[in-house]
């Protein structure tokens, strides 16, 4: 019993991250229409970041936030009006997709030449710190990786929520022409749901070095999981998305317990199928992320 | 003679004249080059291996408007289904076996039927490329935890005393590729085309004029499928060693696309084109810059998306148009 | 007659090789109701489009208050004052009616007057004072044509341009929705409106342009077009005919 529940709490916390990258995904398909296949590359390229950071200038990994945000940011904005401002602009998505495809292929390779394979972790004082509940040991920097997905998802849901630009994006995943009747730059409207993706995914890279130690073939595998999750959460929904990057975690966290730990990447896939196949609009059953034929 | 140009027309005769010759050259190279000694016997090789694999692609991708991205699970699907026939003694038991490598086609191409009924019967193309994807990772996990039947991550070892020269390599590799090339062009020209493109424009018109676009559409994912597990049985054939990371790798994802998005999607010419740049790029690319090319490579991916997304056929029936329109201005639709 | 807000001169325009309009010209006056009617594919929306800046023209001018609008942005013409209501209301039904009409005071200069277009629209609509948070898209089709024109309010508008406000509504709502356009233009704003329903449009306008295949074929006021013999067979007569279905041009 105890086993099962230390089990499924890592599988939470273990979530998180897939659940930060989902919300961006999240934010670039609502506006854009594009499945951004390369958020998994960014968020390793940003856990480098950070991990340079902390070893090179001693920079705190959570201060690191402070700088990585920030930074990923205004890189979604360069992406954006760099390469997928005129692809948006047109019917055919593929243009898109192949841009993230090509970007993801390029960034993963530049990090496998720059890095090598060998795994990195930025590891700090309070790394292995562990807090005991009852029989069932919680690593810190795990619980602050729940916290700042938290803290984050209720960010997002507020700027979407509670601010103009916000409404905007919001409004232009229903309907982007509407939108520029307005006098609203529908540029501008992407640009910056684009630049709130890459920057959850420079947040993610914090949690993602701190937490883990990663390498840059972690990339692609989190872009498939976070779409995974996002499958399962259904497009345009914040809490939806978050929630289901969790529940990923977890069945991944059950999967490598009882059946062995190759096999988590197999049954998350096989669930993203099953999801597709049998629920589109994911599993809370929000606004379909695929239209019926 | 008379008829054929009557036929053909001007252009068409020139092209013909083309094509027959350039495949006359290519036939009968090995019999004036050396292609185990040189270099261009092993490139012209892997190019006709991409080139059966990036028409399969370029068959769903161009001609449907779907992405799949599960080429290299299809590709690598092939060369182990031809490996563990071999292995086990079944087919004719000879090297370059027609049967094991038909069988290694059509093995990929019903797993494809299957997952493309369950997938396009529901959704709309956009998350094939997705589901394919998760379906790639899948098989490729299920070969690596194979355990004995699939020789787990070591993979498994064919006779390689079976080798005697490249040249039959190149000529079957060579055969297929404008096989697979003819086959495309033909279906391309054929109703089954002219539905695919039906399908690509819009297919909710397609199937008000009924078109059974389920069925065309997983026709022609699972063509594309065979087409990549063909190849894959060929390079197995050339690996003798075959293991999950090799044949599953995803460069055989990625460099097919490359080539057909850089030559032109949709278009015949355009992944051969396609094919023989992007082959001779990581060529020497692997001479001269060591690992570093496959940044390059998805630097290509971007430029060509970015500035031409057409491709180089794109730019070709392109130019006309752009010189045209020097003359008057065309309504364009406003930025913002 | 009040000094011109909208000229369009010797217009064109063309969707790629297919030309949709020919050398149109047209003057909206200030604080008048203007109806533009024809049938489909007729260029009303193409005209629409390319005064609100959704296509730039092939040839001729847009001035608003005698300014050339050329290739502005779609932005600078709202800030201008030119707001379009379009066809098929296009509202955001994931938001709530208090959203989209937020989103209708989006740039800097309505802002400040945002409170007073609010009071505006409810006093215009009560009914989506009512329903403010309730999602758009729950509204039913009166409401949803009544928010889309609460929505182009808030923007403080010089002209409203309205696309088809009848479309798909019943003759009883039809009436009701034209009401609120001449209490809107009652109340100062100048009005350029696209109708299929020649009648009711012809009635409740102070000038109108007939459209044909790209063309403005007949001018007048309301009462010299409605009396027109010929306007009541080619268009009248074949509108009892098609009814009210199909979408603009």
């Known amino acids: 019993m105890t086993i099962l529940l230390q089990v499924l709490i890592n599988g939470v916390l273990f979530g998180t991250m897939y659940g930060i990258a989902a919300i961006g995904l999240s934010l670039v398909f609502g506006t854009m229409r594009i499945i951004f296949l390369a958020q998994g590359s960014m968020i390793v390229l940003f856990a480098y970041l950070t991990y340079w950071l902390f070893t090179l200038l001693g920079i705190d990994p ?4 402070l700088i990585s945000v920030p930074v990923a940011f205004m890189v979604g904005l360069g992406l954006f009006y760099t390469l997928f401002k005129d692809a948006a602009a047109i019917e055919d998505k593929n243009v898109s997709l192949l841009l993230a495809v090509g970007l993801m292929y390029m960034v993963d390779n530049l990090m496998l030449t720059f890095w090598t394979a060998n795994p990195r972790f930025a590891a700090t004082s309070y790394a292995s710190y562990t807090i005991r509940i009852g029989d069932v040991n919680i690593s810190f920097v795990r619980l602050m990786a ?51 993706g890459i920057g959850l995914a420079g947040l993610a890279g914090v949690v993602m070095a701190s937490v883990y130690s990663f390498d840059p073939n972690y990339g692609f595998t989190f872009a498939l999981k976070a779409l995974v999750a996002l499958a399962l959460g259904g497009i345009g929904n914040v809490w939806g998305a978050l929630s289901a990057g969790l529940i990923l975690g977890v069945i991944e966290s059950l999967g490598a317990y009882y059946i062995g730990a190759g096999w988590a990447d197999a049954i998350s896939y096989a669930v993203f199928i099953l999801v597709l196949i049998f629920m589109p609009n994911g599993i809370f059953g929000g606004r379909a992320a695929v239209k019926k034929v | 003679m008379k008829a054929l ?73 092939g060369a182990y289904t031809m490996a563990g026939l071999w292995l086990n003694g079944i087919g004719l038991y000879f090297f370059f076996d027609v049967t094991l490598m038909v069988v290694a086609g059509i093995a990929p191409a019903i797993v494809a039927s299957i997952i493309g009924l369950l997938l396009l019967s529901r959704l709309k193309g956009d998350y094939l490329s997705f589901g394919t994807l998760g379906l790639a990772q899948i098989v490729y996990v299920l070969f690596v935890k194979g355990g004995k039947i699939t020789g787990g991550a070591n993979g498994i070892y064919l006779d390689a005393s079976y080798f005697s020269s490249m ?50 559409k997983v026709l022609a994912f699972a063509m594309s499928a065979f087409l990549a597990g063909l190849a894959g049985s060929i390079y197995g054939y050339y690996l003798f060693h075959l293991e999950p990371a090799s044949v599953f790798n995803m460069n055989w994802l990625f460099y097919p696309i490359l080539m057909v998005v850089l030559g032109g999607t949709g278009t015949i010419i355009g992944p051969v084109i396609g094919s023989l740049i992007c082959s001779a790029l990581f060529a020497y690319g692997d001479i001269y810059f060591g690992g570093y090319h496959p ?38 639709t406003t930025p913002e | 007659m009040a000094s011109p807000l909208l000229e369009v001169r010797n217009l064109s325009v063309s969707y790629g090789d297919v030309r949709a309009l020919f050398g149109v010209s047209l003057t909206v006056e200030e604080g008048l109701i203007v109806a533009l009617v024809g049938s489909n594919g007729a260029g009303k929306s193409t005209l629409l489009k390319a005064v ?54 989006y740039l800097p200069r309505t802002r ?45 508008p010089r002209l409203i341009m309205i696309d088809e406000a009848s479309l798909g509504l019943s003759p009883i709502l039809t009436m009701a ?25 012809l009635k409740h306008c102070n000038k109108a342009y007939v459209m044909s295949t790209g063309h403005i074929v007949m001018s007048g006021t309301g009462e010299e077009l409605l009396a027109n013999e010929e306007l009541r067979k080619a268009y009248l007569g074949r509108r009892a005919v098609t009814g009210n279905q199909g979408s603009g041009s």
């Open chain 3, 177 to 201: 929705i034209f009401d609120l356009i001449t209490t809107l233009h009652q109340q100062g704003t100048t009005i350029l409106m696209i109708e299929q329903n020649v009648n009711m449009a």
């Open chain 2, 167 to 216: 040249r039959v390599y190149y000529w079957v590799a060579l055969l297929v590729a404008v096989l697979a090339t003819l086959a495309v062009w033909l279906l391309t020209r054929s109703s089954f085309g002219l539905a695919l493109k039906a399908i690509r424009e819009d297919d909710i018109s397609a199937a008000s004029h009924g078109v059974n676009v389920l069925k065309y």
């Open chain 1, 62 to 65: 959570y201060v690191c936030i």
């Open chain 3, 112 to 156: 400040a007057g945002y409170k007073d277009s609010l009071e505006r629209v409810f006093s215009l609509f009560p009914v989506l004072r009512e329903r403010q948070n309730g999602k758009a898209g729950l509204l039913s089709g009166g409401e949803q044509q009544m928010l889309a024109i609460g929505r182009a309010v808030m923007a403080q």
């Open chain 2, 5 to 77: 140009y009557r036929r053909l027309g001007h252009k068409g005769l020139i092209s013909l004249g083309i094509i027959v010759a350039a495949l006359a050259a290519l036939g009968t190279l090995p019999f004036w080059l050396d292609v185990d000694a040189s270099y261009t016997g092993y490139y012209l090789f892997i190019t006709c291996v991409y080139l059966t694999v990036a028409q399969g692609w370029n068959l769903i991708a161009g001609y449907t408007g779907q992405i799949s991205l599960g080429t290299h699970a299809f590709f690598g699907l």
């Open chain 1, 146 to 196: 729940l916290v700042i997905a938290l803290l984050a998802a209720f960010v997002v849901f507020y700027f979407l929520k509670r601010t103009r630009l916000g409404t905007a994006v919001r409004a232009a995943s229903a309907d982007m022409q509407a939108v520029k009747l307005l006098g609203i730059s529908s540029n501008w409207v992407m640009a910056v749901a684009f630049g709130i």
């Open chain 2, 295 to 332: 940044i390059f490579s998805g630097f290509l991916i971007i430029l060509v998306m970015r500035f031409m997304p057409g491709g180089i056929m794109g730019l070709v029936s392109k130019a006309p148009a752009l010189w045209r329109k020097k003359e008057g201005a065309v309504a364009t």
């Open chain 3, 52 to 105: 609100s800046g959704l296509i730039y023209p092939t040839e001729g001018e847009i001035l608003f208050e005698g300014e050339d609008l050329g290739r502005t942005s779609i932005r600078h013409r709202v800030n201008k004052g030119i707001v379009q209501v379009p066809e098929g209301r296009r509202l955001f039904p994931n938001l709530t009616v208090h959203e989209n009409l937020k989103l209708g005071a």
